[in-house]
């Protein structure tokens, strides 16, 4: 996958795990496990931080399981004026479901919502271009994001030409936790 954004209207991507859901043995499947209380609280706060570093959605790509679609609800309410696109195929899906429908949208800033581990693999895969991870070379936000992609946890990317993969790290958020 080297640079497939040379040609896309791609200016950011933000890849967005769904917040907490309940247990499996909680819901009648794993495509029907609704978000916890904290889920809904971490995707909105997860949200208005993302808001509050600058980015601005133009268009929400999400799961249609119960957990990302109620992330996405809760995101809305911070990005009201960004269109949202429900994907069956996001369901659990690979990195390169994700970009391909990510650059066929045509949208400048994209956000997409949905599940590991193909999330957290396009975020490694943005950071080091497919190559061998040199621990002196990374950032603290990059060593955070290196080892998971936790609920809730948000991963901005900015497209940089220069890399190997099209796209260099904005910002990481991991979800604030909050006091019991």
């Excluded at 080297?2 to 040609?7: H, M, V």
């Excluded at 609800?73 to 960004?82: L, Q, S, W």
């Excluded at 002196?136 to 609920?151: K, R, V, Y």
Aim: aromatic share 10%.
């Amino acid at each position: 996958m080297d640079n497939i954004f040379k040609n896309s209207a791609i200016e950011n991507l933000v890849i967005f795990r769904h917040g907490k859901a309940q247990k499996i043995y909680d819901a009648d499947d794993d495509f029907s496990r609704q978000l916890t209380e904290r889920g809904q609280r971490d995707a909105e706060n997860q949200a208005v931080r993302l808001k509050e570093a600058g980015f601005n959605a133009d268009m929400a790509l999400v799961s249609t399981a119960a957990r990302a679609a109620q992330t996405w609800e809760k995101a809305h309410g911070v990005f009201p004026d960004c269109r949202a696109k429900l994907l069956d195929k996001f369901y659990l899906a690979s990195p390169k479901v994700y970009l391909n429908e990510a650059i066929s949208c045509g949208e400048k800033n994209v956000m997409l919502i949905a599940h590991d581990p193909g999330l957290h693999e396009l975020c490694r895969y943005f950071m080091f271009g497919g190559g061998a991870i040199n621990s002196e070379d990374i950032s603290n936000e990059q060593a955070l994001l290196l080892f998971e992609l936790p609920t809730a946890g948000v991963a901005w990317f900015t497209r940089d030409d220069n890399s190997k993969s099209g796209m260099v790290l904005k910002h990481y958020f991991k979800p604030i936790k909050q006091a019991q």
